[in-house]
């Protein structure tokens, strides 16, 4: 039984299928049908891969897997059994003889106020389509903008974190938005501006400073605003205000501070290291010789650094899943269990065009080398739809980028604060949210002001007694439509994905109201963007909400 398909548990359930042949019963539970390649993620949200091209199928790449869909929500260790809900709330049960935890990790948060409600994160698909729809209509609604001031904040965007995420996200979003506004032209003198925040001295501190040098000497050549020992106090609708006091006005805050561990290793009630499952080196969870976990959700010791565990990556995970189900073919077979030990095989960062910056094998390279370099690991990497990658890498270089809006993700459907990144909020779905510890302020008016590290996942934060800061003025909620006195209703037609809609009334009797269960706190919709069954916003001049 695996639970999650990331890059530790579809590498677990391909090495236990071609080892097993047919003769084990292999599951794997996720809640969506495919193994999501992250590192490509940047490249569909700047619109050089169609979504598709960075999912691949699981079952159509692992033959003799049997594919549950659906979301782990509890455990029994001590019965062997795994209880979910499938896409359609239906709840279901599993046993086990053998359980690999690779439910992977989700957006980081820190208590800063605001980010909350007005950030998004860049870990799952529905993210990466909103922010290339968002992303789109700033720029279009900024070249028909009458205001200077408003034009320039719809054409700024924040990305918080300088880790291998938040850098390629900048550097890939620059080129789309100066792609954009060949298009859409600006007034006259003003271009997108992207800042990338980082509290770290350095981009990609985690990198051989080399390394970290190419890439920042990319970023600042392309115009982006890279500001290093700085990151987010406070997020408004309007804008967000820096730790060194200046107040930056935009709608778009991408937020790429790293990750945590998924909250079900917590729910365990196993002992943990910063949120993740302590493991022995084989991946066994100690007292539970049946049970391992693997990737994001491990803390697995760092044989080569006693004392340390292995960092939250991609390439761990990758090879974590093959020693996992290496070690589940011993324990049934009789075997020796091998611990997990690791060579660094060099990193890539995919800075847009023909840029890159490169170690692999531990020989530093940058520019058209690195480029390469960076596009064949990829390709090698990536489990299925290689061809379909590389031929759209091919009509991105001889064509130019569509720049229109679909409209299928939502800023309300995208929260920060979810347990499931991989999952678009639907209308009237299931919530599987958790609350980050402190992600308050704290009850005497304490403001904790956190500072944002590095891609990494690490963080460090400082507690500041101030005052908690002043609400921000809002104008007083209009009468939006509803039902009118005489009862007639109000039906809203929303329309597509540039966020129009039209009203029309229908004369009926109102419904009997319909007992519902009370509803969460969502972020705000966006401007011109209604959630399900509200009605229309009266102010079309309204800024974004849920943005910044």
């Known amino acids: 039984m695996i639970v999650g398909a990331g890059f530790a548990g579809y590498r677990t359930a391909r090495t236990l299928a071609r080892a097993a042949r047919g003769r084990a019963d292999i599951t794997l539970l996720n809640p969506t049908d495919y193994f ?11 619109g050089i891969l169609e979504p598709r091209r960075v999912t ?15 979301e782990a929500g509890r455990i029994d260790l001590d019965a ?19 359980l690999v935890l690779a439910a992977g990790s989700v957006n980081k948060l820190l208590p800063i106020p605001g980010v909350a409600e007005h950030a998004h994160g860049f870990r799952g698909l529905p993210e990466a389509l909103y922010l290339r729809d968002h992303v789109t209509r700033q720029v279009e609604l900024a070249g028909t903008a009458d205001d200077a001031e408003e034009c320039a904040a719809r054409c700024t965007f924040v990305v918080v974190g300088a880790g291998y995420t938040g850098t390629e996200v900048a550097a890939h979003g620059q080129l789309f938005t100066d792609a954009l506004v060949r298009s859409h032209p600006l007034r006259t003198g003003m271009r997108p501006r992207w800042l990338l925040l980082d509290v770290a001295e350095r981009v990609l501190p985690e990198l051989d400073e080399r390394l970290s040098r190419t890439a920042d000497q990319v970023l600042r050549e392309r115009g982006v ?22 107040f930056v006005d935009t709608r778009t805050l991408v937020w790429c501070v790293g990750v945590r561990p998924d909250p079900l290793a917590e729910s365990l009630g196993l002992p943990l290291e910063r949120g993740r499952l302590l493991v022995e080196p084989t991946l066994q969870v100690p007292g539970r010789p049946e049970v391992f976990a693997c990737g994001d959700a491990a803390a697995v010791p760092d044989l080569d650094k006693p004392g340390q565990y292995t960092p939250m990556t991609a390439q761990h ?14 324990s049934l077979t009789g075997g020796t269990p091998r611990p997990y030990r690791h060579k660094d095989l060099g990193f890539v960062v995919d800075l847009g065009g023909v840029k890159a910056a490169a170690n692999p094998l531990g020989v530093p390279l940058s520019g ?4 390469a370099v960076t596009r064949g690991y990829h390709l090698a990497a990536m489990p299925g739809n290689r061809v379909r990658v590389a031929a759209d ?14 409209g299928l993700v939502r800023s309300w459907s995208v929260p920060l604060d979810t347990a499931s990144p991989e999952l678009a909020r639907v209308p009237g779905g299931r919530e599987r949210q958790r609350q980050t510890a402190g992600s308050a302020p704290e009850p005497d ?10 891609g990494g996942g690490e963080d460090t934060s400082r507690t500041i007694t101030s005052p908690t800061p002043a609400p921000v003025k809002r104008e007083p909620a209009k009468r939006r439509p509803g039902h009118a006195a005489d009862g007639t209703a109000v039906e809203s037609a929303v329309g597509g994905g540039g966020g129009e809609d039209t009203t029309r009334t229908i004369t009926s009797p109102t419904p009997d109201p319909v007992k519902s269960e009370p509803a969460k706190r969502r972020p705000g919709p966006e401007r011109g963007e209604n959630p399900p069954g509200s009605a229309p916003a009266d102010n079309d001049s309204t800024p974004e909400e849920g943005h910044h």
């Open 225 to 246: 605003d890279v500001r290093m020992g700085t990151s987010v106090k406070e997020a408004t609708r309007d804008g967000v205000l820096l730790t060194d006091g200046e």
């Open 368 to 371: 058209l080398p690195a480029g």
């Open 56 to 70: 691949v199928s699981l079952s159509g790449t692992l033959p003799g897997v049997r594919l549950v869909l659906g």
């Open 36 to 46: 999501l390649y992250l590192p490509l993620l940047p490249q569909v949200a700047a």
């Open 445 to 454: 008016g304490t403001a904790v002001e956190s500072a944002v590290g590095g």
């Open 317 to 330: 995970a990758w090879r974590q899943g093959k020693v996992a189900a290496q070690n589940i073919v011993a």
């Open 80 to 98: 062997r059994t795994v209880h979910y809900t499938d896409p359609e709330d239906t709840p279901g049960t599993l046993t086990y003889d053998r």
């Open 393 to 406: 890498w091919l009509l991105d270089a001889v064509l130019p980028r569509q720049a229109v809006q679909l």
